[in-house]
């Protein structure tokens, strides 16, 4: 079992609909939760952070982070075509190197 | 536009031959890390330095890797008697802090033939 989860997708929703993207993770002692967004052929891209339970918002984009569910999702409302792409969701973990732990993402595709 | 460069973008090269990628992180940020990202995968660990120190490495960095950061400034990753299974984009992330927010640079995308 990986230690960050998602579901691969691919996601597909039309336009002006809410995207939700769901990534769960393995290690209770885990500590700062990020969202990026990564185009085909470029890197990574930080979405959102969120360091603690509950909502965060920024624009159109809501991370939720349950630390007792040992889960973090992604909402991303008035979905775009320019929203297509792989979401990943990244766990850093406290320790020394504070690394980050990623899953393989979920693509998303947003319809016109 | 990050702040993090990474050089060159594109690096094609026949097996067994070395290869050294550079990567230049947000100048006020002294920690440092190096994944590796093969096609569908997410970004995997292989090194952090904080400044000039190398203090972790993956179990994926076998013998023919080596990474260096000399004087905590940029930080160069060598693959000697590269293989066909090191093809992959190689991505430098820069961090101000522990726990931090981690930057990607642009990365280096490695073909072995």
């Known amino acids: 079992q990986k230690e960050v989860e998602q579901n691969s997708g691919p996601l597909s929703v039309p336009e002006g609909a809410i995207a939700s993207l769901n990534c769960t993770y393995s290690?209770?002692?885990?500590?700062?939760f990020f969202w990026y967004r990564q185009y085909s052929g470029k890197s990574p891209e930080l979405i959102m952070s969120i360091y603690s339970n509950g909502d965060k918002e920024d624009g159109r984009f809501t991370a939720q982070l349950n630390k007792a569910s040992q889960y973090v999702s992604l909402l991303i409302r008035d979905s775009q075509p320019s929203d297509s792409a792989t979401y990943l969701c990244?766990?850093?973990?406290?320790?020394?190197?504070?690394?980050?732990?990623f899953g393989d993402g979920t693509t998303l595709t947003v319809k016109p | 536009d990050t702040g993090v460069s990474q050089n060159p973008r594109h690096k094609i090269t026949k097996r067994g031959q070395n290869v050294t990628f550079r990567c230049d992180p947000i100048?006020?940020?002294?920690?440092l890390y190096w994944y590796r990202q093969t096609l569908g995968q997410g970004p995997e660990f292989l090194t952090y330095f904080q400044n000039e120190a190398q203090l972790e490495k993956s179990r994926l960095l076998s013998d023919r890797f080596s990474a260096e950061r000399p004087k905590g400034s940029f930080s160069t990753l060598e693959i000697q008697r590269t293989e066909q299974g090191d093809s992959a984009m190689y991505l430098c992330?820069?961090?101000?802090?522990?726990?931090?927010?981690?930057?990607f640079g642009p990365g280096t995308r490695l073909t072995v033939l």
């Open positions: 990244a766990v850093t973990y406290n320790t020394n190197a504070g690394k980050s732990t």
């Open positions: 100048s006020e940020h002294n920690r």
């Open positions: 992330a820069s961090s101000r802090k522990r726990m931090d927010t981690q930057y």
């Open positions: 290690d209770r002692v885990s500590q700062s």
